[in-house]
Every structure is written in C-alpha cells, then in structure tokens.
C-alpha cells in the first residue's frame, strides 16, 4: 500500500529555519513528482512547492518561492522541503503528496501523507 | 494565477438528498481539474480527476462533469459519511491552485 510519512515539523521562532521530511513506501518513489500543500489553520488548501521525478523542474508558489527549497532523495526514498527566513504566516500543516501518473510532474494527487505541523511564533 | 471559485461555500443536506457542488476557473483549464473530499482532522482523498474520471475505490455515487471554465461534483444520494469540505484543484498552469473548499453538513 502506498504511503507517505511526513515528519520534521515543530514549533519555531520567526526569521528561524526548519527542515520538513516525507518518507515514501509502497510505490515507486522515483516514477513520480512530488508536491508539499500546506493548510493554515481553519483554512484552505495552499500549494507550496513541486518536484519532478527526476529533480530536473521545480516550481514553488510565490509566497514562499527564494525562502523554501524542495529537494528529494530517490535513494531514500524521501521529499524534502528546507525551509528558511520563516514568518507568521507559514503557520500551517504540511502535506506532502504524490502524482497518480507515472513520470508527470502535475495532475491530481492519489496520495497525501497525514500532515506535519509547523507553528512560527515568538 | 488561475482562481478557482467554489459555490456554495457551505451547504446543509438531508441524507439520500442530491448535492451539487460548481467550480468555476478564471481562465480555460480543459480537463484538469480534479475534486477532494477531506473530513475535519484527516488529509484531503482524492475523489475526482481530470473533472470526470472517479478514482479508484470512491462510491459511485460521487461524479464529476465540465470542462473550460466551469466543474461540477454531484453526489447522488448523500449519506452521513459524505459530511466534509471539499475542493477542487487545477493542475494546468503553475501556480497550482485549489478552490476556497465547499462544506457539506448532514442535517
């Protein structure tokens, strides 16, 4: 059964960094793209930050984009999302997710792992 | 930034009733717009993708329709366990978006 793990979230002062991790197991990790989401809390759903499978093309949203980094380690089987120069509004649960299609790096996401939480507070 | 409008925000249903939920984007997406049901403390499930084809394992009293700009999620016969928000998703154009989510609560 497919399944993704997040981990690595925490609470953290503004301007801090913090390194979220997200293991893959039941899948062929390095066939597909890999996407964070993030849900602020009582909120929506926001997409952070994309990864092909072969970690040629990137995309992040604006909100995050030169703060955030998504990388991910095929050999591990694990996505990762550095984030720096943390601020308030990044207070949210992360999601890490994967494409249902095999070497895409969009379309819809089949599996969600179950969340990390993440709270930026002084 | 393709915006996905969700209506209606909020909608209280008797069980076995019909809900109809619309997605309306900003610009043409064709197909790829996909539908998530996620119940309070649980991750978003994948219901609907590309607006019409059901995902693996979802009831099928849970469909998708549209194409363009405008999306609908129909479930035939609401039951207690279809109580949750849902949202719709394009994926045709970076950045990838979600609509504002549409909560369905049983009566």
């Known amino acids: 059964e497919a399944q993704l793990v997040e981990s690595g979230g925490g609470q953290v002062q503004p301007g801090r960094s913090l390194r979220l991790s997200c293991a893959a197991s039941?899948?062929?990790?390095?066939?597909?793209?890999m996407f964070w989401v993030r849900q602020a809390p009582g909120k929506g759903l926001e997409w952070v930050a994309s990864i092909s499978r072969n970690s040629g093309s990137l995309g992040y949203a604006d909100s995050v984009k030169g703060r955030f980094i998504i990388s991910r380690d095929n050999a591990k089987n694990t996505l990762y999302l550095q984030m720096n120069s943390l601020r308030t509004e990044d207070t949210a649960l992360y999601y890490c997710?994967?494409?249902?299609?095999?070497?895409?790096?969009?379309?819809?996401?089949?599996?969600w792992g179950q969340g990390t939480k993440v709270t930026v507070s002084a | 930034e393709i915006v996905l409008t969700q209506s209606p925000d909020f909608q209280s249903v008797t069980p076995k009733e019909k809900v109809t939920i619309t997605c309306r984007a900003s610009?043409?997406?064709?197909?790829?717009l996909h539908w998530y049901q996620q119940k309070p403390d649980q991750s978003p499930k994948l219901l609907i993708r590309y607006a019409s084809q059901s995902f693996s394992g979802v009831p099928s009293r849970f469909s998708g329709s549209g194409s363009g700009t405008e999306f609908t999620l129909t479930i035939d016969s609401l039951e207690v366990e279809d109580a949750a928000t849902y949202y719709c998703?394009?994926?045709?154009?970076?950045?990838?978006?979600f609509g504002g989510g549409t909560k369905v609560e049983i009566k």
């Open positions: 610009q043409r997406i064709g197909t790829s």
């Open positions: 039941g899948f062929s990790f390095s066939d597909y793209g």
């Open positions: 997710a994967k494409t249902g299609m095999v070497g895409a790096t969009r379309g819809a996401f089949d599996i």
């Open positions: 998703h394009q994926t045709s154009t970076l950045p990838l978006t």
